[in-house]
């Protein structure tokens, strides 16, 4: 992907920077992804943090996952954009919301992940890799 990524929320009071390739990206189908997102699946691709700076101020809201680490999912106060997401074993990393880059057509998702959450209704890439639960 063309660096650096730029995007942010819907209202542009929260905006990041990316200076790094995503190392994964994957479409996510898990429940607290849908509901977090208020969507079927949440497409993600995952930066370096030492190569992701943000501008503005979010909130997070803390989700257990299923591997027991702390998901710290930031989003806008202002207009409730999900926006990115830091996982407290892997501080190291930050999954980011694709939708919200300014070019989200960069984006090239290489697997659907916890299909098992998936809602019949979502329609999903056939030729697509599919994992159960985390593949990582
Ligand atoms: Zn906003
Ligand atoms: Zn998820």
Not at 104 to 114: G, L, N
């Amino acid at each position: 992907m063309k660096l650096p990524m730029t995007g942010g929320c819907l209202c542009g009071k929260v905006r990041y920077e990316i200076f790094a390739q995503p190392i994964s990206t994957a479409l996510c189908h898990c429940r607290t992804c849908q509901k977090s997102v208020g969507a079927p699946h949440l497409a993600i691709f995952i930066v370096p943090t030492s190569g992701f700076t943000v501008t503005g101020n979010y909130k997070e809201f803390i989700t257990i996952a299923a591997s027991g680490n702390n998901m710290h999912r930031a989003f806008c106060p202002e207009c409730g954009t999900s926006l990115f997401v830091k996982n407290g074993g892997f501080p190291q990393f930050r999954p980011v919301s694709a939708v919200t880059l300014d070019d989200p057509s960069a984006f090239t998702p290489e697997k659907d992940i916890w299909v098992a959450d998936a809602q019949p209704w979502d329609v999903m890439n056939p030729e697509l890799p599919k994992f159960e639960g985390n593949p990582w």
